[in-house]
T-cell receptor, first 115, second 114 residues
Framework: AQTVTQSQPEMSVQEAETVTLSCTYDTSENNYYLFWYKQPPSRQMILVIRQEAYKQQNATENRFSVNFQKAAKSFSLKISDSQLGDTAMYFCAFMKPSGTYKYIFGTGTRLKVLA | KAGVTQTPRYLIKTRGQQVTLSCSPISGHRSVSWYQQTPGQGLQFLFEYFSETQRNKGNFPGRFSGRQFSNSRSEMNVSTLELGDSALYLC?????????????FGPGTRLTVL
């Protein structure tokens, strides 16, 4: 069975600084996707970034980038130039295209950006 | 384009009752997934529907069921409610449900079981 672990329940960062959120996963699958989702206090979950397992190049979306280490089963999220609007819960998620437990979410990291 | 909508937003039920939650996906999206979010268990995948068929399911008891209509709208039903069913229920839609395209979440339905 797949598992996703986020070992940092809470983190804080000063505005404009850089922060890295950790995520490790376990799977025997070869074809899968990894995601980081953001859930602000208003509760609407938003996709931050997506990584396809067969792509070695790390995904980047503006200030957000990932460090995907497939062999180590690690998928960390780096937020550069942190902004107050980045304050939210961040969930790492694993997805395989079919079968039981299609999506597995980590327990989340609560990030607070300080002014 | 309108986002994913869920109704009702809040619901209070008592143990033993049943409840039906509704989700309207983004126009054109054929995949609808349901999730349960609780402080203790986090976010857990319930099931996914695609073109009116349940395509994937998580590890939940049979009290949790769903269906999808021809317009891709989906409903989730929970029968014989238990206190532990109190949660935020999220639905999400995507065009293919394969991970190749983005999944958009609704605001959720907050269910409280007394």
């Amino acid at each position: 069975a797949q598992t996703v672990t986020q070992s940092q329940p809470e983190m804080s960062v000063q505005e404009a600084e850089t922060v890295t959120l950790s995520c490790t996963y376990d799977t025997s699958e070869n074809n899968y996707y990894l995601f980081w989702y953001k859930q602000p206090p208003s509760r609407q979950m938003i996709l931050v970034i997506r990584q396809e397992a067969y792509k070695q190049q790390n995904a980047t979306e503006n200030r957000f980038s990932v460090n995907f280490q497939k062999a180590a089963k690690s998928f960390s999220l780096k937020i550069s130039d942190s902004q107050l609007g980045d304050t939210a819960m961040y969930f790492c998620a694993f997805m395989k295209p079919s079968g039981t437990y299609k999506y597995i979410f980590g327990t989340g990291t609560r990030l607070k950006v300080l002014a | 384009k309108a986002g994913v909508t869920q109704t009702p937003r809040y619901l209070i039920k008592t143990r033993g009752q049943q409840v039906t939650l509704s989700c309207s996906p983004i126009s054109g999206h054929r995949s609808v997934s349901w999730y349960q979010q609780t402080p203790g268990q986090g976010l857990q995948f319930l099931f996914e529907y695609f073109s009116e068929t349940q395509r994937n399911k998580g590890n939940f008891p049979g009290r949790f069921s769903g269906r999808q209509f021809s317009n891709s709208r989906s409903e989730m039903n929970v029968s014989t409610l238990e206190l532990g069913d109190s949660a935020l229920y999220l639905c999400a839609s995507s065009w293919s449900g394969t991970g190749r395209d983005e999944q958009f979440f609704g605001p959720g339905t907050r269910l409280t079981v007394l």
